[in-house]
């Protein structure tokens, strides 16, 4: 073997060998880049913010319902009072709840000081009218005689002034039997019309005066809601709308607009609505309640309220990039109502992701885990029930 092909033998050798490093080498890097990399993106789900339940942003045709509130007050309250001063009452026969009929007896003054008056009274009008007849024959007699110039024209003024004195004061005791007879039909307390008594007064024993409340009541008890509400709700309502009742009883209560003020208040910038309430509920004068007003329905990207965060004044839902397990915070503003669900607008779609539970944890950008919603939710590693959240 020559000398130039020992030396391109070994050369090849060395080549060989060098190649079979930088594979060596090549691999170890990969090798490690890969682990890198795996570690790396073990370390981020690892790491992630929050586990968390996800739903969906749902769109559904929901009523446009108005909400205001109001009191319930008595559709016209009728005061009851005394008609006669100097009166002892002596009989009370109602009480705060019951329910008259117009003209019911209610309450009794003693009458037998007017009886007294009109005994006097009677015996004044027969004197009265004693004397009128005997001034109507006198008068007679010396209109007679006067014919004959048996009387002078003076005596027959006097005879006729008498008589016509006479006549006067049988009028005026007449009129004052009149006035006793009246005084007499007061002493008996009705009820002008029917209706539920809601205030008593009256007091057995006490005396009369004149104008004196004894009694308040409720005429028909009809009673009827004043709702305030604002000039672009009241733009929705017409006459004989519905309206649900809800009372601080636990109840409902059914109503309908009677009529809409014309004015607004300028200090509070609202108008009232007075709906009458249907009969045979469970509502009392002076209950707050909140009506709700049932318009036509509009469609609504709807949420549970749970997902709604509220930071610095505004309100935001997470929505979940579900390539990259990251969350988006989105600007939303929350519209009407439904249990446990609300209306939302804003830069979001219908079948959107957002967290559910957990979001008031997040960040933008934060990655998170996605479990059941059953399953425990946990924060850096310690548990959450979701019932905390």
Same mark, same amino acid.
């Given at each position: 073997m020559s000398v130039t092909n020992l030396w391109e033998g070994k050369r090849l050798t060395t080549q060989s060998s060098c190649l079979i490093f930088l594979a060596i080498i090549t691999i170890m890097v990969a090798s490690r880049f890969i682990s890198i990399?795996?570690?790396a993106t073990e370390n981020e789900i690892k790491h992630a913010a929050l586990t968390v339940t996800t739903t969906s942003v749902l769109s559904l045709d929901w009523n446009n319902?108005? @909400?205001a509130s109001g009191d319930i007050v008595a559709w016209q309250e009728a005061i009851i009072g005394a008609q006669l001063n100097g009166l002892r009452l002596t @009989?009370? *026969?109602?009480?705060v709840g019951d329910y008259v009929k117009k003209g019911q007896l209610i309450a009794r003054f003693d009458n037998a000081s007017l009886l007294n008056d009109k005994a006097l009274l009677e015996a004044n009008l027969n004197q009265a009218s004693a *004397?009128?007849?005997q001034a109507n024959i006198d008068y007679q007699r010396a209109f007679a005689l006067s014919k004959?110039?048996?009387i002078s024209k003076q005596n027959l003024l006097q005879a006729e002034t008498q008589k016509q004195t006479t006549t006067a004061e049988e009028s005026a005791v007449t009129a004052q039997l009149a006035s006793n007879a009246l005084q007499l039909s007061y002493v008996n307390v009705t009820s002008p019309d029917e209706g539920v008594i809601s205030s008593r007064t009256a007091t057995l024993g006490g005396i009369g005066t004149i104008g004196e409340e004894l009694f308040r009541l409720i005429r028909g008890n009809k009673l009827e809601w004043y709702g305030q509400l604002t000039a672009q709700q009241a733009s929705h309502l017409t006459l004989g709308q519905k309206i649900t009742l809800d009372l601080t009883n636990n109840s409902e209560a059914i109503a309908y607009i009677r009529q809409i003020s014309p004015i607004i208040n300028p200090q509070t910038r609202m *108008?009232?609505?007075y709906a009458s309430l249907e009969p045979n509920n469970r509502a009392r004068a002076g209950m707050f309640a909140l009506g709700k007003i049932q318009l036509?329905?509009?469609p609504a990207l709807v949420v549970p309220s749970i997902s709604i965060v509220i930071r610095d004044g505004r309100s935001y839902v997470f929505e979940l990039i579900n390539e990259t397990q990251q969350v988006i915070q989105r600007p939303i503003k929350v519209a009407r109502r439904q249990g446990d669900y609300v209306e939302i607008t804003g830069n979001i779609k219908a079948g959107a992701s957002i967290i559910k539970q957990g979001a008031g944890f997040l960040n933008e950008g934060d990655i998170v885990k996605v479990v059941e919603e059953q399953e425990p939710i946990t924060f850096s590693g310690a548990h959450l029930e979701q019932e905390a959240l």
């Amino acid at each position: 073997m020559s000398v130039t092909n020992l030396w391109e033998g070994k050369r090849l050798t060395t080549q060989s060998s060098c190649l079979i490093f930088l594979a060596i080498i090549t691999i170890m890097v990969a090798s490690r880049f890969i682990s890198i990399s795996a570690h790396a993106t073990e370390n981020e789900i690892k790491h992630a913010a929050l586990t968390v339940t996800t739903t969906s942003v749902l769109s559904l045709d929901w009523n446009n319902n108005i @909400e205001a509130s109001g009191d319930i007050v008595a559709w016209q309250e009728a005061i009851i009072g005394a008609q006669l001063n100097g009166l002892r009452l002596t @009989e009370v *026969l109602v009480d705060v709840g019951d329910y008259v009929k117009k003209g019911q007896l209610i309450a009794r003054f003693d009458n037998a000081s007017l009886l007294n008056d009109k005994a006097l009274l009677e015996a004044n009008l027969n004197q009265a009218s004693a *004397l009128v007849k005997q001034a109507n024959i006198d008068y007679q007699r010396a209109f007679a005689l006067s014919k004959t110039d048996g009387i002078s024209k003076q005596n027959l003024l006097q005879a006729e002034t008498q008589k016509q004195t006479t006549t006067a004061e049988e009028s005026a005791v007449t009129a004052q039997l009149a006035s006793n007879a009246l005084q007499l039909s007061y002493v008996n307390v009705t009820s002008p019309d029917e209706g539920v008594i809601s205030s008593r007064t009256a007091t057995l024993g006490g005396i009369g005066t004149i104008g004196e409340e004894l009694f308040r009541l409720i005429r028909g008890n009809k009673l009827e809601w004043y709702g305030q509400l604002t000039a672009q709700q009241a733009s929705h309502l017409t006459l004989g709308q519905k309206i649900t009742l809800d009372l601080t009883n636990n109840s409902e209560a059914i109503a309908y607009i009677r009529q809409i003020s014309p004015i607004i208040n300028p200090q509070t910038r609202m *108008l009232t609505v007075y709906a009458s309430l249907e009969p045979n509920n469970r509502a009392r004068a002076g209950m707050f309640a909140l009506g709700k007003i049932q318009l036509n329905k509009t469609p609504a990207l709807v949420v549970p309220s749970i997902s709604i965060v509220i930071r610095d004044g505004r309100s935001y839902v997470f929505e979940l990039i579900n390539e990259t397990q990251q969350v988006i915070q989105r600007p939303i503003k929350v519209a009407r109502r439904q249990g446990d669900y609300v209306e939302i607008t804003g830069n979001i779609k219908a079948g959107a992701s957002i967290i559910k539970q957990g979001a008031g944890f997040l960040n933008e950008g934060d990655i998170v885990k996605v479990v059941e919603e059953q399953e425990p939710i946990t924060f850096s590693g310690a548990h959450l029930e979701q019932e905390a959240l």
